[in-house]
């Protein structure tokens, strides 16, 4: 059997695929972003019976336009996503590398570790909210450099669980930030 009859057992007759380049076809099955878009999936032989499942680094590009994977958090939170979904990164492309036979189920658990990479965008604000006190500490760090600042210290040596966020120097007279994530509530 090649590639296509194991395509063709799971998908029916809602499955082709359109030469790209020699060896690079791209895959049209019924899978599609939230905006309507099919999810770009390409197929490359990589020798014996093994094929790479890839988006060659369409699902990144796409999420870039709304979001950016520029801090620790975020990074992890892709990571992990991959992770997961067994899925690998090289220089922007997501793949997969399976043998023929397990070609359909690759291509429905790649379709969705794409669908949560690109979803990404659409917790930012349960993320940003999530990275409240990283966004925090690099303002910190960043813009408030110039000023001497101490991390997480206890202003009272006997209670630890007093905590304070940032500790400013000022002379004679500390100041301390607490960081208050989620804002004032007016009644």
């Known amino acids: 059997m090649n590639y296509m009859d ?5 998908f029916g007759s809602h499955v082709s695929v359109r030469e790209k380049r020699p060896g690079i076809s791209k895959l049209l099955v019924p ?3 939230e905006d309507g878009d099919m999810v770009d999936i390409f197929l490359e032989m990589r020798g014996g019976d093994m094929i790479r499942v890839s988006d060659h680094g369409l699902s ?3 999420l870039s336009y709304q979001y950016d994977i520029d801090t620790e958090n975020k990074e992890r939170i892709f990571r992990q996503i991959l992770s997961e979904n067994r899925v690998s990164e090289e220089n922007g492309n997501l793949y997969l590398d399976v043998p023929c036979q397990s070609l359909y189920p690759a291509v429905l658990q790649f379709g969705q570790a794409i ?4 979803s990404m965008s ?4 349960e993320v940003i909210s999530n990275l409240f006190y990283e966004m925090l500490d690099e303002f910190v760090t960043a813009d408030m450099s110039k000023l001497q600042s101490a991390k997480a210290i206890s202003p009272i040596q006997s209670r630890d669980e007093l905590e304070v966020d940032y500790g400013f120097s000022f002379g004679r007279v500390p100041v301390y930030l607490f960081g208050a994530k ?5 009644r």
């Open 115 to 118: 669908a949560k990479v690109c």
């Open 182 to 186: 989620g804002g004032i509530r007016r």
């Open 122 to 125: 659409l917790y930012r604000r």
């Open 60 to 62: 990144l590009m796409r």
């Open 31 to 33: 899978l599609f972003h």
């Open 6 to 10: 194991y395509l063709t057992a799971g």
